[in-house]
């Protein structure tokens, strides 16, 4: 599928390594988290939970009975730290270029983590936003997306989901949307979506009678074929947005 040859409805965009780095919080957050709750980096490593909610991860690592009162401790380290998050490039252009109502924000942050972020990174608040706290289960299930399009009005079988992990990418299939992948926090190994680019800054969208066209400039190198991109999530420290 060639993306220039469709108009969408809407387009939904996850947010952490998507349009916001938010890296080194992550790495900091997850970092005094962990040594507070005696998890090894090993342990943390093993979780691979970039685009998974918190919550889930935190779950994964300590077990049911303390996942509670250890979620709600990375939720308040995370959104105490947000001072260094920052636009991605190409993002103020491109949501400058979406239409009024064409777009939304779904991640897998909680609302107090998403609205402190985006605030930290100067986000314009979007027409819609979907959140962790808003869904009974995260990425990779589609309900986020689902909602999302529900939200504006739309089908999702007529959106196109920007995201940069695989949770996300699976999640926006399962809903039935269009894919493009960034390559922020995956720079190499395999993304699977209809579009791959490394940067936003490598795309183009325009306003059209009945939504959006999404034009990319510069797809990225074949997976695996390597060129880092700056900004992406160190191995080890999951992302939990």
């Known amino acids: 599928m060639s993306l220039p040859d469709r108009t969408f409805a809407a387009v939904l965009l996850d947010m952490d390594g998507t349009l ?105 608040e979007p027409p819609a936003l979907v959140t962790y706290d808003d869904v009974a289960r995260g990425k990779p299930d589609p309900e986020c997306f689902l909602l999302g399009a529900r939200r504006l009005g739309v089908d999702p079988a007529d959106c196109l989901v920007v995201e940069d992990a695989p949770a996300g990418l699976a999640a926006a299939r399962a809903a039935g949307c269009a894919t493009l992948a960034v390559r922020t926090t995956h720079p190499t190994g395999p993304l699977e979506a209809d579009a791959v680019v490394a940067l936003l800054s490598d795309v183009r969208a325009r306003a059209v009678d009945g939504g959006v066209r999404v034009e990319v400039l510069r797809e990225d190198a074949p997976a695996g074929a390597g060129g880092g991109v700056p900004g992406g999530v160190p191995g080890g420290v999951p992302g939990g947005v």
């Open 20 to 124: 916001v780095d938010s890296t080194a919080a992550i790495a900091r957050s997850w970092t005094a988290w962990a040594l507070e709750h005696g998890v090894t980096g090993e342990e943390l490593a093993a979780v691979r939970g970039h685009g998974r909610p918190a919550p889930e991860i935190v779950r994964d690592l300590v077990g049911a009975e303390r996942a509670e009162l250890a979620a709600a401790r990375i939720g308040e380290l995370e959104v105490a730290d947000v001072a260094d998050v920052v636009q991605l490039p190409g993002v103020p252009e491109l949501l400058a270029a979406l239409p009024a109502g064409r777009w939304a924000v779904v991640t897998s942050c909680g609302s107090a983590l998403a609205d402190a972020r985006r605030g930290a990174a100067g986000l314009p």
